[in-house]
């Protein structure tokens, strides 16, 4: 194994990494802004949302994931071009992170849904009591402590999803893995180069969770 | 046929049985008491090896516990056991409940097991419940099948773990009534209990165990004639004033 | 909207003898449905295993099932089907190297890699199911199958996994579910199950739109009906009088 060669790639792996964190960071957030508006939708009074966004989570989880990116790479250039009404061609990224948010977003909503259905009824109350509106009483006082007893659930499930954005591989998108990939054929250390990838993988997400683990113990104490 | 000798078990730091000597003779009830977190539960896990110790020894009819040569289960099968919560089998019926030992570690055919096991089942008072399961019996029946499911085994010696204090108060009377009769056939018995009806019915000795130790270990008049340690004097007037 | 939806698509000759689009789509799903079945009966067997062995005494076996969970868990499906697929056969012996490589149908050491990836990959996680399901037992259960005087695999065979089991069919239900899913990475390296022979679709005939709504579909009710016999499986080993196991 020759790991002068890595030592070399070092520049495009940090570019690649880079992508990969930023599509994990950006899709972490548009995933838990979409899954927390499904979760509300889900346990709203109205029969017609709480249908649908129980739907799209149903939909999505049964679905693969490379399946979603796959098919928003193809499909969502088309849907802009319609709403738009140009022919402008979107990069792989934005389809893929737009793949990412709608993916994530159904896991997100369950998990935020448990959070908001952990809250006692007597809190609920005690927030109407004071007089406040069904909004307030959400923004103020049910989603705050909700989020604050789901954080390692939402963190964990953001270090699968970190794992997951090797799958951009599928649309050529030249994340981490990618970029090690591609540089081991090149240099014709594709051994080297992937289990490099690996072990950077492996310590980042075991790290992760293992500060997780850390923070659900002083959590829960 | 039971020897506990200088027996000592620690969990990390804390000593949970300090230095604990006594002897059941064959055909003897002895019966084990003491307040919550006297290690009495403890010890006697110790006498069949379900907890380990690490001093002192425990000899069974002849074979010594905690030596690294014993075959434990063959030791086990002949020792039979009752616990505070029952333990039955949930996913087993009663008849499984009560041949599956039989067949798996003693070899018994298939139609030996099962008629040894309906006339415990029989004997117990149970023998129309024998195709529900535990989840079905209620708390006292659950602890006769228990009973019956360790005498299946042909045991030389029964050990009694609380028996009763799981139960309902209404139930406690039929488990002690088979245990009564059990004890009346000439059954090696050692029970841990705080029912001191029962002692004082059948039992030949009394072990009073407290912070780990045995404090008193006496024929069965003298300790509720007079019992000789003040712990003892203060567990029983408490107990017995109720 | 300037597309043309065109649904009989699927009924249409590929051109290559009298083959239609959508029997590409039924070998697909055959691939899909052999890859899953095999990975699962490894998952399942590596699976239980490991988790046992991570509620033995023994420092020894707990740690080694420790020590596989973390790294396959924390390691991407991918990176580890990579690995299976363009590193492994290299360290093998020179023949079985070369009959892997060379005499083998690309279709089938594909095949068998996606099976060993996933399967070794789900065993991780079907591992962490068995060992919560046997900790949820009350630790008496075990205690008491050894005071009859059960050996320690009778007491996990009889007494310990028909229960854990049976605590655990939900999560299992789920990574089965999972491992249908996953083995669409399959398509990366070329093997032609359910998401490749879409995608080809998509590109030979430009119906994009029907090839992956077909695609999304087939999934959709597999799933559904995957989770209905597993709700059936459910009911059937249910045991009577028994509400909720490991309460103490």
Redesign the interface.
Same mark, same amino acid.
């Given at each position: 194994m020759d790991f002068t060669q890595i030592v070399n790639a070092f520049p495009s792996l940090g570019d690649g990494l880079l992508l990969t964190l930023e599509l994990t960071v950006l899709a972490v957030i548009g995933g838990v802004v979409i899954g927390t508006l499904l979760a509300l939708a889900r346990l709203s009074n109205s029969r017609v949302l709480s249908w649908l966004a129980g739907f799209y989570v149903n939909y999505f989880r049964s679905i693969p994931l490379l399946l979603v990116i796959t098919w928003f790479y193809f499909v969502v250039p088309f849907m802009v071009g319609w709403v738009t009404g140009t022919n402008q061609p979107i990069g792989a990224f934005t389809s893929c992170l737009i793949a990412f948010m709608m993916f994530e977003a159904a896991y997100f909503c369950e998990i935020v849904r448990a959070g908001i259905q952990s809250i006692s009824k007597g809190q609920v109350n005690a927030a109407y009591a004071l007089g406040m509106t069904y909004g307030q009483a959400m923004r103020l006082v049910v989603l705050p402590l909700a989020f604050r007893k789901m954080t390692p659930l939402l963190l964990q499930q953001s270090i699968i999803l970190f794992q997951d954005t090797s799958l951009v591989y599928a649309v050529g998108l030249m994340d981490f893995l990618n970029v090690a990939r591609s540089q081991g054929d090149i240099t014709g250390e594709l051994h080297t180069f992937l289990l490099f990838a690996g072990l950077v993988y492996f310590v980042i997400s075991f790290g992760a969770s293992t500060l997780v683990k850390r923070l659900q113990k002083r959590l829960t104490v | 046929m039971i020897s506990i000798q200088n027996v000592s078990k620690w969990y990390g730091d804390f000593q949970v049985l300090s230095d604990c000597s006594t002897e059941v003779q064959k055909g003897e009830v002895v019966v084990v008491c003491g307040p919550s977190g006297s290690g009495k539960s403890t010890l006697i896990?110790c006498v069949?090896g %379900?907890e380990p110790f690490q001093a002192g020894t425990i000899v069974v009819d002849g074979t010594s516990v905690g030596s690294p040569k014993t075959d %434990?289960?063959? *030791? !086990?099968? !002949? +020792? =039979?056991?009752v616990? $505070? &919560?029952f333990?039955?089998?949930? &996913?087993l019926s009663i008849t499984e409940n009560l041949t *599956? /030992?039989q067949r798996? +570690? %003693?070899g018994r055919k298939d139609d030996e097991a099962r008629r040894k096991g309906l006339a415990l089942l029989d004997r117990v008072g149970l023998s129309a419940h024998a195709a529900?399961?535990? =989840? $079905? %019996?209620s708390g006292g029946q659950q602890q006769r099948v /228990?009973i019956a !499911? /360790?005498l299946a085994?042909d045991p030389i010696a029964m050990l009694f773990d609380e028996p009763t204090s799981a139960l309902d108060p209404e139930m406690i009377n039929e488990v002690l009534d088979v245990m009564v009769e059990l004890a009346r056939e000439g059954m090696t018995m050692m029970v841990v209990t705080h029912e001191m009806g029962f002692a004082r019915k059948v039992a030949n000795r009394v072990i009073f165990m407290d912070r780990g130790a045995i404090v008193e270990d006496a024929d069965k008049d003298e300790f509720f004639g007079s019992p000789r340690s003040e712990r003892a004097q203060a567990f029983l007037s408490k107990i017995l004033s109720h | 909207m300037n597309y043309n939806w065109d649904w009989s698509v699927f009924f249409k000759s590929t051109g290559i003898g009298s083959e239609i689009y959508l029997d590409w789509f039924i070998t697909g799903l055959g691939w899909t449905v052999a890859l899953s079945l095999s990975s699962w009966v490894i998952a399942l067997l590596l699976g239980t295993v490991l988790g046992v062995m991570r509620t033995l005494p023994g420092r020894f076996a707990a740690r080694f099932a420790t020590v596989y969970v973390e790294l396959f868990r924390n390691v991407p499906l991918l990176v580890q089907l990579f690995v299976w697929y363009f590193l492994v056969p290299d360290w093998l012996p020179e023949k079985l190297e070369l009959w892997f490589k060379q005499d083998l149908h690309p279709a089938t050491s594909a095949f068998i890699s996606v099976t060993v990836c996933l399967g070794l990959f789900t065993a991780a996680r079907v591992c962490e199911q068995v060992r919560t399901g046997i900790q949820a037992l009350p630790r008496g259960q075990a205690m008491a199958a050894y005071a009859l005087g059960l050996r320690l695999p009778q007491v996990y065979r009889k007494v310990l996994l028909p229960q854990a089991f049976r605590i655990i069919i939900p999560p299992l239900t789920s990574e089965f579910l999972n491992v249908f899913k996953n083995s669409s990475v399959a398509s990366l390296i070329g093997l032609m199950e359910l998401l490749a022979q879409t995608k080809q679709t998509a590109e030979f005939t430009a119906n994009l739109f029907e090839a992956f709504t077909l695609a999304t579909v087939i999934y959709f009710v597999l799933n559904m009906a995957l989770m209905l016999i597993m709700r059936g499986v459910e009911k059937r080993v249910r045991v009577p009088g028994l509400i909720a196991l490991g309460g103490k």
């Amino acid at each position: 194994m020759d790991f002068t060669q890595i030592v070399n790639a070092f520049p495009s792996l940090g570019d690649g990494l880079l992508l990969t964190l930023e599509l994990t960071v950006l899709a972490v957030i548009g995933g838990v802004v979409i899954g927390t508006l499904l979760a509300l939708a889900r346990l709203s009074n109205s029969r017609v949302l709480s249908w649908l966004a129980g739907f799209y989570v149903n939909y999505f989880r049964s679905i693969p994931l490379l399946l979603v990116i796959t098919w928003f790479y193809f499909v969502v250039p088309f849907m802009v071009g319609w709403v738009t009404g140009t022919n402008q061609p979107i990069g792989a990224f934005t389809s893929c992170l737009i793949a990412f948010m709608m993916f994530e977003a159904a896991y997100f909503c369950e998990i935020v849904r448990a959070g908001i259905q952990s809250i006692s009824k007597g809190q609920v109350n005690a927030a109407y009591a004071l007089g406040m509106t069904y909004g307030q009483a959400m923004r103020l006082v049910v989603l705050p402590l909700a989020f604050r007893k789901m954080t390692p659930l939402l963190l964990q499930q953001s270090i699968i999803l970190f794992q997951d954005t090797s799958l951009v591989y599928a649309v050529g998108l030249m994340d981490f893995l990618n970029v090690a990939r591609s540089q081991g054929d090149i240099t014709g250390e594709l051994h080297t180069f992937l289990l490099f990838a690996g072990l950077v993988y492996f310590v980042i997400s075991f790290g992760a969770s293992t500060l997780v683990k850390r923070l659900q113990k002083r959590l829960t104490v | 046929m039971i020897s506990i000798q200088n027996v000592s078990k620690w969990y990390g730091d804390f000593q949970v049985l300090s230095d604990c000597s006594t002897e059941v003779q064959k055909g003897e009830v002895v019966v084990v008491c003491g307040p919550s977190g006297s290690g009495k539960s403890t010890l006697i896990k110790c006498v069949n090896g %379900l907890e380990p110790f690490q001093a002192g020894t425990i000899v069974v009819d002849g074979t010594s516990v905690g030596s690294p040569k014993t075959d %434990l289960p063959k *030791l !086990r099968s !002949r +020792v =039979g056991m009752v616990f $505070q &919560h029952f333990e039955l089998f949930p &996913h087993l019926s009663i008849t499984e409940n009560l041949t *599956l /030992a039989q067949r798996k +570690v %003693l070899g018994r055919k298939d139609d030996e097991a099962r008629r040894k096991g309906l006339a415990l089942l029989d004997r117990v008072g149970l023998s129309a419940h024998a195709a529900k399961f535990p =989840g $079905q %019996l209620s708390g006292g029946q659950q602890q006769r099948v /228990a009973i019956a !499911r /360790a005498l299946a085994m042909d045991p030389i010696a029964m050990l009694f773990d609380e028996p009763t204090s799981a139960l309902d108060p209404e139930m406690i009377n039929e488990v002690l009534d088979v245990m009564v009769e059990l004890a009346r056939e000439g059954m090696t018995m050692m029970v841990v209990t705080h029912e001191m009806g029962f002692a004082r019915k059948v039992a030949n000795r009394v072990i009073f165990m407290d912070r780990g130790a045995i404090v008193e270990d006496a024929d069965k008049d003298e300790f509720f004639g007079s019992p000789r340690s003040e712990r003892a004097q203060a567990f029983l007037s408490k107990i017995l004033s109720h | 909207m300037n597309y043309n939806w065109d649904w009989s698509v699927f009924f249409k000759s590929t051109g290559i003898g009298s083959e239609i689009y959508l029997d590409w789509f039924i070998t697909g799903l055959g691939w899909t449905v052999a890859l899953s079945l095999s990975s699962w009966v490894i998952a399942l067997l590596l699976g239980t295993v490991l988790g046992v062995m991570r509620t033995l005494p023994g420092r020894f076996a707990a740690r080694f099932a420790t020590v596989y969970v973390e790294l396959f868990r924390n390691v991407p499906l991918l990176v580890q089907l990579f690995v299976w697929y363009f590193l492994v056969p290299d360290w093998l012996p020179e023949k079985l190297e070369l009959w892997f490589k060379q005499d083998l149908h690309p279709a089938t050491s594909a095949f068998i890699s996606v099976t060993v990836c996933l399967g070794l990959f789900t065993a991780a996680r079907v591992c962490e199911q068995v060992r919560t399901g046997i900790q949820a037992l009350p630790r008496g259960q075990a205690m008491a199958a050894y005071a009859l005087g059960l050996r320690l695999p009778q007491v996990y065979r009889k007494v310990l996994l028909p229960q854990a089991f049976r605590i655990i069919i939900p999560p299992l239900t789920s990574e089965f579910l999972n491992v249908f899913k996953n083995s669409s990475v399959a398509s990366l390296i070329g093997l032609m199950e359910l998401l490749a022979q879409t995608k080809q679709t998509a590109e030979f005939t430009a119906n994009l739109f029907e090839a992956f709504t077909l695609a999304t579909v087939i999934y959709f009710v597999l799933n559904m009906a995957l989770m209905l016999i597993m709700r059936g499986v459910e009911k059937r080993v249910r045991v009577p009088g028994l509400i909720a196991l490991g309460g103490k």
